[in-house]
């Protein structure tokens, strides 16, 4: 299993990224899914996460503004990330029934 990640980049504050996570070899629909992220120099977190039954769970941090989403069709776990902050600024990781990771895709939110 090769969780791929997309959809990183710069934005400015305020504005909003979509990242993706593509997961084959796997029963997808089965499995939970998450995003992690690691800002330098700081330990990785989680940032939310969505079982199999589409129950979500966020960070305190994220609450509000961040939406995990999945779609079993297609093998793919979403992150909808609006108003981010400078804060937000991390190399965002996805991680498939917490066992396999992706390689990760950076987020930068500067003026």
């Known amino acids: 299993v090769h969780p791929v990640e997309s959809g990183g980049g710069f934005v400015q504050p305020g504005g909003s990224l979509r990242l993706s996570c593509a997961a084959s070899?796997?029963?997808?629909?089965?499995?939970?899914m998450g995003w992690y992220r690691q800002a330098p120099e700081k330990e990785r977190e989680l940032v939310a996460a969505?079982?199999?039954?589409?129950?979500?769970n966020y960070a305190d941090s994220v609450k509000g503004r961040f939406t995990i989403s999945r779609d079993d069709d297609k093998n793919t776990v979403y992150l909808q990330m609006n108003s981010l902050k400078p804060e937000d600024t991390a190399v965002y990781y996805c991680?498939?029934?917490?066992?396999?990771w992706g390689q990760g895709t950076q987020v930068t939110v500067s003026s």
């Open positions: 969505i079982t199999s039954d589409g129950s979500t």
């Open positions: 991680i498939v029934a917490a066992a396999w």
């Open positions: 070899g796997i029963i997808f629909k089965l499995n939970e």
